[in-house]
């Protein structure tokens, strides 16, 4: 009964409320030793768990951990703890260490991960992991402020771009109102998907000689606390960082497909565009979605246009092209988005399996007025 409280069923580790635990008579512990010998807490967090949970299934998931678990006890030291709080996330706690040595251990850890590739029946998938480091000073007041240091430096880490280390620092403390910020946004997009809090937008796309309209461009808006709107620019960063794009877009082409069909019962002729995220397009699940909404709602392919940008087209070229076809196939019309500003290659273009090219507005602007602007 003891061995179940203190440790994790699936991995075997020691689990939160052992951590816990242990972590609040370390701190006390090297409170009183006032700065002699110095611990580190390693927090560490997976990168891909959630493509993994969502494209191949809990049981995949659990796979990960287990595996993970084993590469992480390889190079675990007798006398330091390990951990798995929750989730995807795992905790080490070093005793006897000194800065340097923790962050080479928490380097070690990294590309022991960044080099495992999760094979799953004919699926291989990179996982890696962000690591975040906080030492024990003399300025920790408790476990919640330790564990806090660790967690913030793992979120700094995530946002330069994830399969990093970084050691917390004093002048962190300046990034904590940033990224309660962008919890907070956290918090409002999941309750905005599960609340239908966001809004759809309509730009109209006319015909530049007749000015009919017969074609709308799909925008995103967030109705705020006091029923304003917020700007895809004030919630966008936060969902990129947290990983809620693929939720996002899901809202999005669902909404839309289901108001695409009440419109074209009345018109007909009526189109939509619709932007996709990179996620979406790195995503083996989102052409199935699109697949089962169209059916859902008897809505004709050809009334919809998926729009991907030039920049995220080109960084993902083989899948770009592959999900493209797909979405041909299925008979939607593609359309490369933002198209200049990029990588802005022709030899790119003619590859790209698209119906449309949006030149970006720095471009066409004045284009009735400016000979230059024309001619570009």
Known sequence: LKHLAEHDSLTGLYNRQYFMDELERVVGRSARQRGGIQHALLYIDLDNFKFVNDTLGHLAGDKVLVEVTQMLRKRLRKSDLLARLGGDEFAVLL?????????????????????????????????????????????????????????????????????????YQS????????MHADMGWARR????????????????????????????????????????????????????????????????????????AALRKNTPQLRYSVNLSAKAVCDAG???????????????????TFEITENVAIGNMSLAVQFMEQLRALGCFTALDDFGVGYSSFAYLKDLPVDYVKIDGSFVKNIETNALHRAM
């Open 95 to 167: 005793y006897d260490v000194d800065l340097p040595q923790a962050d080479q251990a928490a380097e070690f850890y990294r590309l022991q991960l960044a080099d495992y590739i999760f094979r799953y029946e004919t699926k291989a998938i990179d996982v890696g992991c962000t690591i975040g480091v906080a030492m024990f000073t003399p300025d920790v007041s408790n476990k919640e402020d330790l564990l806090a240091r660790a967690d913030i430096a793992c979120h700094i880490a995530k946002r330069a771009g994830r399969n990093a280390v970084h050691v």
């Open 171 to 178: 002048d962190d403390k300046e990034n904590m109102a940033s």
């Open 189 to 260: 997009i999941k309750q905005a998907i599960e609340n239908d809090h966001f809004v759809l937008a309509c730009q109209p796309i006319a015909h530049t000689d007749t000015l009919v309209v017969s074609s709308y461009e799909v925008l995103l808006r967030l109705r705020g606390d006091n029923d304003e709107f917020v700007m895809p620019a004030g919630f966008l960063p936060s969902a990129e960082r947290f990983g809620l794009m693929l939720d996002i877009d899901r809202w999005v082409i669902e909404h839309a497909v289901a108001s695409l």
């Open 286 to 304: 989102i052409l199935g979605v699109i697949k089962e909404l169209l059916v859902r709602y008897r809505v004709e392919p050809s009334a919809i």
